[in-house]
C-alpha cells in the first residue's frame, strides 16, 4: 500500500530556513497531486501548499506565500516544501498528503497521510 514518509523538520530560528522532504513508497507518485498541511495542538489540521502531478501548478495559502516553495520529483518520488523567513507561527507538524487536486480552490482531497514532522520556530 501507499506510504508517504515525511523528513527534514527540527528547531530553527526565526528567519531561518528549512526543507521537508516527504518519500512515497508502494505507489507511483505522479498520479497524485501533493500537499502539505500543517496542525498545531487544538486546532485542525490546516492545508498549506498543493502542486499538480507534473509540478506545473502550485497553491499556497497567503500566510506562506513567498516565503515557501513546493517542489516534486516523480522519478525520485519525492515532494519538497522549502521554507523560508521562517515565524514563529509556523511551529506545527507538517503533514505530506497524497490525493487530487481541487481544482477550484488549489487545495486537494487527501487519499494518503504521511505521519508528520514536526517544525518550530524559536523567536
Known amino acids: 500500500q501507499v506510504q508517504l514518509e515525511e523528513s527534514g523538520g527540527g528547531l530553527v530560528q526565526a528567519g531561518g530556513s528549512l526543507t521537508l522532504s516527504c518519500v512515497l513508497s508502494g505507489g507511483t507518485l505522479s498520479i497524485y497531486a501533493m500537499g502539505w498541511f500543517r496542525q498545531t495542538p487544538g486546532k485542525e489540521r490546516e492545508w498549506v501548499t498543493s502542486i499538480s502531478w507534473n509540478g506545473g501548478t502550485t497553491y499556497y495559502v497567503d500566510s506562506v506565500k513567498g516565503r515557501f516553495t513546493i517542489s516534486r520529483d516523480n522519478a525520485k518520488k519525492t515532494v519538497y516544501l522549502q521554507m523560508n523567513s521562517l515565524k514563529p507561527e509556523d511551529t506545527a507538524v507538517y503533514y505530506c498528503?497524497?490525493?487530487?487536486?481541487?481544482?477550484?480552490?488549489?487545495?486537494?482531497?487527501?487519499?494518503?497521510w504521511g505521519q508528520g514532522t514536526q517544525v518550530t520556530v524559536s523567536s
Open positions: 498528503a497524497a490525493g487530487t487536486l481541487v481544482l477550484d480552490r488549489g487545495t486537494i482531497v487527501p487519499q494518503h
